[in-house]
């Protein structure tokens, strides 16, 4: 088991043991990108997916014992039915950040995707983040994260184990994945209804 699932466990926090089987797609669609990062970014997304949906929908034709759970960066028309979910890319470490996940989050809601997940706390490198109020901002990116559609793990220095553990931060932030637990049952349901009924 991972160090770190058995930290966080050994601290009472709730915590998945097992991460999708389909991560090595967002790294292929990464490479496909970079090289045609070249030329233009939407370019590089287009050619991502053209090339990625073959295999999207070999996989979905053979796995038969589990639900798909692809990472995916682009956001084209029915890719929903591939079984993946959009996340952000490396999005800066701000207030104005969060604040465009928020309207992000909705807009893709309503375009057809269900499922989506906010890059929690941003990309900045922690060493070039200028931002008195950096713990009190992770505080509310784990809040909104909490009922968002995905709720993925983040960088050793966004996580949880990051702030001072008798602190106020610490526990604004293990209440807000204690919710999320709490909401499974809720959240599986929703995921039922957007299998069977075709909702978002």
């Known amino acids: 088991m991972n160090e770190r699932i058995k930290l966080y466990e050994s601290e009472g926090i709730p915590v ?5 089987e389909d991560y090595n797609f967002i790294e292929e669609e990464n490479n496909i990108t970079e090289n045609a990062l070249l030329t233009n970014n ?6 991502a997916y053209s ?3 073959g295999r999207y929908a070999d996989l979905l034709s053979t796995s038969i014992n589990r639900r798909l759970c692809i990472p995916t960066h682009t956001n084209f028309p029915g890719i929903q039915r591939y079984g993946t979910f959009v996340i952000a890319g490396e999005i800066p470490t701000s ?4 604040k465009s996940q928020v309207t992000a989050g909705i807009n893709l809601s309503l375009s057809g995707q269900p499922y989506w997940s906010s890059n929690l706390g941003g990309s900045t490198p922690k060493n070039e983040i200028d931002l008195a109020s950096f713990n009190e901002l992770m505080v509310r ?16 220095d966004r996580d949880i184990l990051s702030l001072k553990k008798d602190g106020s931060e610490y526990n604004a932030v293990l209440n807000a994945i204690k919710l999320r637990y709490h909401l499974l049952p809720y959240i599986y349901s929703s995921a039922s209804d957007v299998v069977f009924e075709g909702r978002t």
């Open 95 to 98: 207030w104005e950040t969060l």
């Open 141 to 156: 990116w784990y809040q909104f994260s909490s009922l968002t559609p995905l709720f993925r793990g983040t960088k050793p």
């Open 42 to 47: 939407r370019l590089g997304c287009a050619l």
């Open 16 to 20: 998945e043991k097992k991460t999708t």
């Open 51 to 53: 090339q990625l949906k």
